[in-house]
């Protein structure tokens, strides 16, 4: 099942994120868009009541 992210998913998105990547980098920043209201979209793969996937997304600005 795909869901949106709710209050208290944040430490299962921080433990997929530091299961998925060699480097804290990662989940760091997902937890300061989040924190900073910058995550625009956070969407959940859910499993038999158990969080296995995330994906997020965040507006950026190109520089030309």
């Known amino acids: 099942m795909i869901r949106k ?3 208290g998913d944040e ?3 921080r ?3 530091l299961r998925g990547f060699p480097s804290e980098q ?5 937890d300061r868009l989040r924190q900073n209201g910058r995550l625009s979209v ?3 793969a859910e499993s ?3 969080i296995i996937g995330h994906i997020g997304f965040s507006p950026v600005t190109l520089i030309s």
């Open 48 to 50: 038999k009541g158990t």
């Open 42 to 44: 956070s969407l959940l």
């Open 11 to 13: 430490i299962a998105i």
């Open 5 to 7: 992210e709710r209050p």
């Open 26 to 30: 990662e989940a760091n920043l997902v």
């Open 15 to 17: 433990q997929i994120h």
